[in-house]
Every structure is written in structure tokens, then in C-alpha cells.
């Protein structure tokens, strides 16, 4: 599969983070758990040079527990912070505020050195389309503050947001990078709903990760949809298509209504907690 997806608006985002980058004292990016590589837009370290990082592991509950402890210690060794949180329930919220202050310390301790007080830190939220960021404004800021939508894209433009005297958000639109070098990544994005549907074909999409599930959880698929698992994903698929009485006229099988009932049960959790990129690895694939 090759997939790009880099609407014009994308553009403009980058462009206008470029230009907010020297207002900030730290930049909190949000990753999805179950691809917490795949799901780092690269062009935001270049970005946050110099700047005190935080990254939140967002989804943390879709996503295989072994795993996100593992990645949340990938990222602290890398020199980052790191939290996993749920945005949507509020999960590993609270420990946020005293984790950005701990970043921050440095700046606080300039600050005060000049005699600047409560000054308060501005963190820009960053991340990529369909990973959460206005959920978790929400939920951090305890009110609905950001537009939400479980489409990429929902938000356009840039808003500040004060949290309380010492913290203040700047959301941003998510943003992808012009091209993706390495397919896989594009794959993985488009799995979680990060690359609009309507650029993707849905049964080759769900044919990849019947692939995968197979490989790395085993009898996941023949507990959530009852079929045998086999090495041959298209007789998967069919089996599913029957399974939930997915129907064409003339009682033809409907694979492209299976395809999507995989992929969305896989997006919401229904086949089980699924990480799909792993830390072992993770040196050589965040090099490529």
C-alpha cells in the first residue's frame, strides 16, 4: 500500500508553528500508544530544539500495557518526559502539572533569578491528526475548550488556552510530514484513522492488519469474531464478512463492509488492548 495524505492546511499549520515556536517554554506532543513511532511527526524535533519536551502516550488504554510501560521508558531514556494517559476517561491526568512543572525548572529558576514571578509556562500541544489533542485540552482544562471529533483535521486553526496562573496551552491543528519514507508508517496511520478513510482502501487496509494481529496476538481474532485464524488473511476476512452477516444483493459477500467493521473494532478497543509497534526494535525504525 502507499498512502500520502498532506492536505493544504497542513502547510500553513507547520508554518504558522514556526513562527509561535519562540513563545514557548515547552512543547507537550501527544503520541498514539499503540504506534508511538509511526505517530511522531518528525519535523517536530526539529521544531522544539532547544525546548523542554513532554510526551503524553495517549490511547494508553487501547494499547497493550507490557508495551506502553516499555515506551514510556523508551522515551525517558531518549532525554524525554513521558506520561501515559487516557484522554478520553482522564486517566494519568493529574500527574501532568507536576511533570510540566519538573520540565520547566530550568525556566522557573531563570525567571525567578530575574525577578520575574508567576510568569506562567506556555506549553504548545502538538501532534498529529486523530491522536486526541483537543480531548485531552479538554479533559486537562476540565472544560470544553477545544472542538472535538474522531476525524482527522477538526482542528484548523491556533487558540491559547490558560489553565490556571502557571500554565497556559496553545493548540494546534495536527499535522502529518510531506512523505512518509518508510510505507509501513503510512500503513499504521491509516490503521488507527489518522489518514482520512476516504483516501485508503479499506479491505487492502484490513487485510494488513489481520496480518498483523495474527503474527503478534494470536487468537485475538478467533475470540472476538469466532472463525479460525490462518496464515491467509482474504479467507480471514471472508470468514468475518460471514460471521457478521456482511451482504451484498444476491447474498455475494460484502468485504468492504467486513474490512471496515475490523478496522473500526480495532480503532475502538472491541478486538482487545493492541500495540502494534514495539520497543525492541525501536533504535533502527526511528532511524529509517
Not at 490511547?59 to 497493550?64: E, H, I, P
Request: charged share 30%.
Amino acid at each position: 500500500m502507499n498512502l500520502q495524505w498532506y492536505p493544504g492546511h497542513m502547510t500553513k499549520a507547520k508554518r504558522m508553528m514556526q513562527e509561535d515556536i519562540k513563545l514557548i517554554d515547552l512543547i507537550i506532543e501527544l503520541v498514539d500508544a499503540r504506534i508511538p513511532l509511526s505517530s511522531r511527526n518528525p519535523d517536530i524535533d526539529e521544531l522544539g530544539k532547544n525546548k523542554a519536551r513532554l510526551i503524553l502516550l495517549n490511547k494508553s488504554d487501547l494499547a497493550d500495557e507490557r508495551y506502553n510501560e516499555q515506551w514510556s521508558q523508551y522515551f525517558k531514556n531518549k532525554g524525554y518526559y513521558a506520561v501515559k494517559v487516557n484522554s478520553r476517561s482522564g486517566g494519568g491526568l493529574k500527574s501532568i502539572n507536576g511533570v510540566i512543572q519538573e520540565a520547566c525548572r530550568e525556566k522557573i529558576e531563570r525567571d525567578r533569578r530575574r525577578g520575574i514571578k508567576n510568569r506562567p509556562i506556555r506549553a504548545m500541544v502538538v501532534g498529529i491528526p486523530n491522536v486526541g489533542k483537543s480531548t485531552f485540552i479538554n479533559s486537562f482544562a476540565g472544560k470544553a475548550c477545544a472542538k472535538t471529533g474522531n476525524k482527522p483535521g477538526v482542528t484548523k486553526g491556533k487558540q491559547w488556552i490558560r489553565l490556571n496562573k502557571s500554565v497556559e496551552l496553545l493548540d494546534t491543528p495536527g499535522i502529518l510530514w510531506p512523505k512518509f519514507e518508510d510505507q509501513s508508517v503510512g500503513v499504521k496511520l491509516a490503521m488507527i484513522g489518522s489518514i482520512k478513510d476516504e483516501v485508503v482502501n479499506a479491505e487492502e487496509l484490513s487485510l494488513e492488519l489481520l496480518k498483523m494481529l495474527h503474527g503478534h496476538y494470536e487468537g485475538v481474532l478467533a475470540n472476538r469474531y469466532e472463525i479460525e485464524e490462518t496464515e491467509d488473511t482474504v479467507k480471514m476476512l471472508e470468514r468475518i464478512a460471514v460471521k457478521r452477516q456482511c451482504l451484498l444483493k444476491g447474498h455475494e459477500l460484502d468485504y468492504e463492509k467486513a474490512a471496515r467493521i475490523v478496522l473500526e473494532e480495532f480503532r475502538n478497543g472491541k478486538i482487545g488492548r493492541i500495540t502494534l509497534e514495539y520497543p525492541d526494535g525501536a533504535d533502527d525504525e526511528n532511524d529509517q
